[in-house]
T-cell receptor, first 111, second 113 residues
């Protein structure tokens, strides 16, 4: 069945450094890739997304890249701040709208 | 724009009891998802509706879990009887059909004793 893998499971960076989270998906029919941020005790919040016909998308300090051939996509956060500390989930949406989540990356930004 | 509404926010029950959760999606969103999120894990899709039809329920434990979405708007998820391992946050999300991310409700935190 469909599967999304995510690495690393935990990531610690110094404030101001960059953070990169990588995901792979199994269903080649997936056409949409959202990223969610979940702070402790709160609901997942959509922070950025990318469609299958785009290779890269940027929004201020965050960017996503997609390699459809390799079925890889990544989240890049630059100039990290303490408020970026959270669990980040990647997800892949198939052509029939099913959304599969990765297991999550716990990001800690050390002041 | 109002968000996804869920109730109750918290529920504590004993094992073998029954419980029901309610979700009201964002107006106009045809797709509705129920997820189970166990502490420290990613959301696991239980069931997905498109309007009032089921698109996917492959990971729904059908011997104890049931869900419906009458009239293609509100949805309820029921557990009967509950087990200890059902303790989790149950998240409802909705989206437009197509390339759009789901928007999550606040969740219901279920504790089974």
């Amino acid at each position: 069945g469909e599967n999304v893998e995510q690495h690393p499971s935990t990531l610690s960076v110094q404030e101001g450094d960059s953070a990169v989270i990588k995901c792979t998906y199994s269903d080649s029919a997936s056409n949409y890739f959202p990223w969610y941020k979940q702070e402790l005790g709160k609901r997942p919040q959509l922070i950025i997304d990318i469609r299958s016909n785009v290779g890269e998308k940027k929004d201020q300090r965050i960017a996503v890249t997609l390699n459809k051939t390799a079925k890889h996509f990544s989240l890049h956060i630059t100039e990290t701040q303490p408020e970026d500390s959270a669990v980040y989930f990647c997800a892949a949406k198939t052509s029939y709208d099913k959304v599969i989540f990765g297991p999550g990356t716990s990001l800690s930004v050390i002041p | 724009e109002a968000g996804v509404a869920q109730s109750p926010r918290y529920k504590i029950i004993e094992k073998r009891q029954s419980v029901a959760f309610w979700c009201n999606p964002i107006s106009g969103h045809a797709t509705l998802y129920w997820y189970q999120q166990i502490l420290g894990q990613g959301p696991k899709l239980l069931i997905q509706f498109q309007n009032n039809g089921v698109v996917d329920d492959s990971q729904l434990p059908k011997d104890r879990f049931s869900a419906e979405r009458l009239k293609g708007v509100d949805s309820t998820l029921k557990i009967q009887p509950a087990k200890l391992e059902d303790s989790a946050v149950y998240l409802c999300a909705s989206s437009l059909i197509g390339v759009q991310g789901g928007f999550f409700g606040p969740g219901t935190r279920l504790t089974v004793l």
